[in-house]
């Protein structure tokens, strides 16, 4: 499907106190390239038929401190001194709410290739 599309299934956790809130999607434009703190909706990593919304953190070649308090099972298992490289072809995500968000500290770096489109902005309700 193409086209701007407010209505993806999102994960859950994704503002539970507000489940009526929406998110603008840009679909048409060619996710070639994410920046740091760009926000993107992505097929989810863990569950084939599911989508998260999450906030671009690092970029390949780029070390991601990880935090001793809140790490994650990825994070725990590969994390050196308290710091991980994203490889090359990946990114790393992070919940805004890092104490309450399922991003790449337990599932590892996201493959750029699940990107599907940038949040262009969210309707709280």
Known sequence: SSGINAEWPLR???????????????????????????????????ECDAYIVK??????GQLVDVDEDNQGTYARKHAYQGKLTVPTGYCWLEGDNKYNSVDSREYGPLPLGLIKGRVLFTLWS
């Open 12 to 46: 859950p956790g994704f503002n539970e106190r507000s489940p009526k809130s929406r998110v603008l999607i840009d679909l048409m434009t060619p996710v070639t390239k994410v920046e740091e703190n760009d926000i993107i909706l992505a097929h989810d990593p863990e």
């Open 55 to 60: 906030r671009v953190k690092a970029l390949a």
